[in-house]
């Protein structure tokens, strides 16, 4: 079982960057693919950014594309996730989530079988 921790939110204004870790401990970290969601308040829980085991394939929802990145490091089993060019909209709890099925990315929130606790992030215009 694959334990997630997340690390890096906070507070920033419009058009700042933050960057957000999620370190994984207890798996095989390369075995899964990674992805990112968030939830504002009063919403449902939606795919942000998504990797694959080695990471050869991203993808990412609408409204992270061009503006946030996400990468991996597999030999510190830590999934990245580069936000650039924040917006209030995007203030949210973000989470990591890890997916031992898929081959590649899914943006379904189903599909993930391990999540970590989540970091606020805050942006204020």
């Known amino acids: 079982q694959v334990q997630l921790e997340e690390s890096g939110g906070g507070s920033v204004q419009a058009g700042g960057s933050l960057s957000l870790s999620c370190a994984a401990s207890?798996?095989?970290?390369?075995?899964?693919?990674m992805g990112w969601f968030r939830q504002a308040p009063g919403k449902g829980r939606e795919f942000v950014a998504g990797?694959?085991?080695?990471?050869?394939?991203?993808y990412y929802a609408g409204s992270a594309k061009g503006r946030f990145t996400i990468s991996r490091d597999n030999a510190k089993n830590t999934v990245y996730l580069q936000m650039n060019s924040l917006k209030s909209e995007d203030t949210a709890v973000y989470f990591c989530?890890?997916?031992?099925?898929?081959?590649?990315?899914?943006?379904?929130?189903?599909?993930?079988?391990?999540w970590g606790q989540g970091t606020q992030v805050t942006v204020s215009s």
């Open positions: 207890g798996g095989t970290f390369s075995s899964y693919a």
């Open positions: 990797i694959s085991r080695v990471g050869l394939n991203q």
């Open positions: 989530a890890a997916d031992r099925k898929s081959a590649g990315v899914s943006t379904l929130r189903s599909q993930y079988d391990y």
